[in-house]
């Protein structure tokens, strides 16, 4: 039980829902430019596309069934396409952990299944490959789902 005597003195209560500060000023000093977190996060994906489409020619290249060791997939190792993307796979790798450091994974992951649209779409695109009437579905269902998860992303991402 509390009991307040007139020893006691009064004590203002500020609220703290507001900031002090009532400008338009950024919450925080994020990296701009190249360490952009979303520009890391675009680079990400950018680098997973092309490392698929890199694997995917490598492998094509160098495909030889009769070899014993065809099964493994081994024997993509020996095209320089191969080696490039993994290069990009080591590259998108790290711009994704860049990213997971400024962006919650709640937020990075939904945006960065863009790359569910945008392997199809290059295979289509570069490697001449056909997009049955069913996947074209299942890409609009992608870009609706991505469109739903956009706009409250936004928002968290404006009191971050």
Do not use: H
């Amino acid at each position: 039980m509390f009991v307040f005597t007139s020893s006691q003195r009064s004590r203002t209560v500020r609220d703290v829902s507001t900031p002090l500060d009532m400008t338009n000023q950024p919450k925080r000093n994020g990296p701009s430019g190249f360490g952009n977190p979303w520009l890391q996060l675009a680079l990400s994906v950018l680098c997973v596309l092309v490392s698929e489409l890199l694997l995917k020619r490598g492998a094509n290249d160098i495909a030889n069934p009769s070899s014993a060791w065809s099964w493994t997939g081994i024997n993509g190792l020996a095209s320089p396409l191969v080696w490039l993307g993994i290069a990009f796979v080591i590259a998108s790798f790290l711009s994704w952990l860049y990213v997971l450091k400024y962006i919650p994974l709640t937020i990075a992951f939904p945006l960065s299944r863009v790359v569910d649209i945008l392997v199809p779409l290059g295979c289509w695109i570069f490697l001449r490959e056909s997009i049955s009437t069913l996947r074209w579905c299942g890409i609009a269902l992608v870009v609706i789902g991505l469109a739903l998860v956009a706009k409250p992303i936004a928002q968290i991402e404006e009191r971050l």
